[in-house]
């Protein structure tokens, strides 16, 4: 399973080292809600991404990615290094932390990933997640690590997300969702049942966020929250909106993320209760209000969300992410993944001539360090 790994450890080969790795994230509900203040369901997968190397005496960070070619240098009391292609995570991560006073140590490695880049399943969280494991001096705590690596992504990458990828990737906790309160920024691991499992499944439209409609997006919902007077839209009461003062489209952006908490929090309720049942109709209210309300959906995802709705085996089903595109997520029945993804990946193939790559896992933990056999001295 873990190729990206294996492929480290072969470039290592018999040295002395340190493999950081850090896993991509599925959001489960909650979507559009963690840069409102909001409430997020998501979970880690098992998908994860390793930098791997030594620690050295220069005041540089030497990174080689597996996957893509060019090597990256980045100055470590400068902040120096590329400010495009995947080397700006490097830079940023760097930046970021020097930013806020983290102590950083010299190090030289490499690079590999088995979380799709540009899938919508956090790639970018996961590289900076394991950039900072691989850099930072003293070990601070997650929360801390996950709010360097978002200002690394808000002000040195060019998206302006809210604390969820990072977060997720940082304190993931295996057989649980992470309900994280985006207002305070606490988590609380809530438990899947292991009769459920994970299936991501990629329309194969993609854009970056920082091309698509995503920075409009947050922009639209904070001028909601000023014109309402709030600080957040975590504070608006679905009355207050309902009531006149927005106009659209900014009044069905704050409808989304309103009715998006509470349709997390019956989630959770239905998780902790063991009521999966109640999973589908909320999964399916959340696609219908990110589709009609947020329009952050495209007809290719709806396709498949609908396709699976109708597949044996799926629980739930609805986009994941940041939308224009990407990755649905399900809840399955154990056993069933295989058939359904197929089923649901061929008929979306005799419809739009698209292939629908597809993953599964079960909730994963966050970053760390992996016994990979050998340690630095
Ligand atoms: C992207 C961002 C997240 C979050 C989601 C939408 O994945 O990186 O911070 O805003 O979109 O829920």
Redesign the pocket.
């Known amino acids: 399973m873990n190729t990206a790994l294996d492929r480290i450890r072969k470039t290592l080969g018999g040295a002395p080292g340190v493999v950081f790795g850090a896993p991509g994230r599925a959001?489960l509900i909650?979507?559009?809600?963690?840069?409102n203040g909001g409430l997020?369901l998501p979970v880690a997968l098992e998908m994860r991404t390793f930098v791997g190397g030594s620690y050295t005496e220069e005041r540089v960070l030497r990174l080689q990615s597996l996957d893509e070619p060019g090597a990256v240098v980045v100055d470590l009391d400068s902040g120096r290094g590329p400010a495009a292609g995947w080397g700006r995570y490097a830079t940023g991560v760097v930046r970021a932390a020097l930013d806020e006073g983290y102590e950083l140590r010299g190090f030289a490695g490499v690079v590999a990933s088995d979380v799709p880049i540009g899938a919508?399943l956090?790639s970018s969280?996961a590289l900076e997640v394991a950039i900072a494991w691989a850099v930072l001096q003293s070990g601070p705590g997650v929360l801390e690590v996950a709010r360097l690596c978002r200002r690394a992504?808000n002000v040195y990458c060019g998206?302006q997300?809210?604390?969820?990828?990072q977060l997720t990737a940082t304190a993931g906790v295996a057989d649980h969702a992470l309900l994280i309160d985006c207002l305070d920024e606490t988590f609380d691991p809530v438990p899947v049942p292991p009769g459920l499992i994970v299936l991501v499944i990629d329309s194969g439209v993609h854009r970056t966020?920082a091309d698509s409609g995503?920075n409009r997006r947050r922009a639209e919902c904070e001028r909601a929250a000023r014109i309402l007077g709030i600080d957040t839209l975590r504070e608006a009461r679905l009355e207050d909106i309902e009531a006149g003062q927005l106009r659209d489209p900014e009044r069905r952006r704050a409808r989304h993320v309103v009715t998006e908490n509470d349709r997390v929090l019956r989630a959770v309720g239905a998780l902790r209760g063991g009521d999966t049942g109640a999973l589908g109709p909320l999964f399916a209210e959340s696609h219908r209000s990110l589709a009609e309300d947020f329009e952050v959906s495209t007809p290719e995802v709806d396709l498949l969300v609908g396709t699976a709705a109708g597949t044996p085996g799926i629980v739930a089903a609805r986009m994941t992410?940041?939308?224009f595109g990407g990755c649905i997520v399900c809840l399955v029945d154990a056993g069933a993944e295989g058939a359904a993804a197929q089923r649901i990946a061929a008929q979306y193939e005799a419809t739009t001539g698209r292939r629908a790559r597809h993953w599964v896992s079960r909730p994963a933990d966050g970053a760390g360090p992996v016994n990979w056999g050998r340690r630095q001295k």
């Open positions: 959001n909650g979507e559009h809600t963690d840069y997020v919508g956090s969280a992504e998206t997300s809210g604390i969820m990828d966020l995503y992410g940041g939308g």
